[in-house]
């Protein structure tokens, strides 16, 4: 079943049931480009060497921008309700692998 949702800007979104179950990721690498930021979510299992990038999604460097707002935003809404996000280690540690677009990870 599809669910249809109007936001706040009026646009209908659709969302199907198989992108509702959502995908887990515990590491994203995040690359760019002069034209776009390439946000690869990435699923790492314990004593497995081999990681799986899940899910892709490429942004033109505004909705980049946009999304990293909205982010800080509902970060700051979140732990305004159940308090700071504590991160144990390394903020962004190196990605095991290299990835042909150039840039940064997260």
Do not use: C, W
Not at 36 to 50: A, C, M, S, T
Request: net charge negative; no cysteine.
């Amino acid at each position: 079943m599809e669910k249809e949702d109007r936001n706040p800007n009026g646009i209908n979104i659709e969302l199907t049931e198989a992108v509702a179950e959502g995908v887990y990721s515990n590491m994203a690498i995040i690359s760019h480009s002069s034209s776009e930021f390439v946000l690869d979510f990435v699923r790492l299992l314990p004593g497995i060497p081999k990681a799986q990038v899940k899910s892709r999604v490429i942004l033109t460097p505004e909705h980049a921008k946009r999304l990293l707002f909205s982010l800080q935003e509902n970060i700051a809404k979140y732990e305004s309700v159940f308090g700071e996000i504590r991160i144990v280690g390394p903020v962004a540690a190196p990605a095991p692998f290299s990835f042909p677009v150039a840039g940064g990870e997260a």
